[in-house]
C-alpha cells in the first residue's frame, strides 16, 4: 500500500502558503518549538500585524494552533492535522532555525512561562 494521496487542490493552497518565506521558517521553528508573536516580531524584525496576519493564515487552514499559557498566546505546528506530511516533507529539507531561538533568549526576549 502507498503513502497517502493529498488533493491537488489542497496541495496547491499549501504549497502556496509555504511559498512565503516569513510562513515558511515561522512553520520550520514551529515545527520544535511553540512562540508568541512578540518573539516572532523580533525575529523577523517586523510589526505585529504582519507576523499576526502570517499566523491568521496558517491557522485559517488548520496547520497552526494556539495556546493561552497566563496572559500569552502561544502558536504550534498542528502535526494532527491532515496535511500535515506535504508540510512536514518541505520542512525537513530546510536548515535547521534554532539559532534564531538562541539569539532571542541570549537577549532575553524568549518568553518562557515557567
Known amino acids: 500500500m502507498g503513502a497517502a494521496t493529498i488533493d491537488i487542490d489542497k496541495a496547491a493552497t499549501i504549497l502556496k502558503l509555504l511559498s512565503d518565506k516569513t510562513r515558511l521558517t515561522m512553520l520550520k521553528i514551529l515545527d520544535s518549538h511553540e512562540c508568541c508573536v512578540c518573539e516572532f516580531v ?3 524584525k517586523t510589526s505585529q500585524p504582519a507576523i499576526s496576519q502570517h ?3 496558517l491557522k485559517d487552514i488548520g496547520l497552526v494552533k494556539e495556546t493561552r499559557k497566563a496572559q500569552w498566546i502561544f ?3 498542528n502535526k494532527e492535522h491532515a496535511d500535515y506530511p506535504i508540510v512536514h516533507s518541505v520542512l525537513r529539507l530546510l536548515p535547521n532555525q534554532e539559532y534564531k531561538l538562541t539569539e532571542l533568549t541570549e537577549l532575553g ?4 512561562c515557567d
Do not use: A, D
Open 55 to 57: 499566523l491568521r493564515k
Open 42 to 44: 523580533e525575529i523577523f
Open 109 to 112: 526576549l524568549r518568553i518562557s
Open 75 to 77: 502558536y504550534s505546528l
